[in-house]
């Protein structure tokens, strides 16, 4: 009866450890996931031109350029 019940933890242990070695792979599947994500999304980033900088720029100029017309107009 001690050689059954020795065998049923065995069996429960290694079930266990399946369990456990499962997780642990779905868990490194995420990991991987994100941290491809996070450097296709850096990557992105770098690669894609400010564009709102031009257009503060612009802004800027234009701004400039109006308030020097004023002041030709009044000399």
Do not use: C, S
Request: proline share 1%; net charge negative; hydrophobic share 40%.
């Amino acid at each position: 009866m001690n050689r059954i019940e020795d065998l049923i933890t065995a069996l429960q242990k290694k079930e266990e450890e399946k369990n456990k070695n499962t997780v642990l792979w779905v868990l490194a599947i995420i990991g991987a996931v994100a941290a491809v994500a996070g450097i296709a999304y850096a990557v992105y980033r770098f690669f894609t031109p400010d564009y709102l900088e031009d257009f503060e720029e612009d802004f800027d100029d234009d701004f400039d350029d109006y308030f020097e017309d004023e002041d030709e107009e009044e000399k």
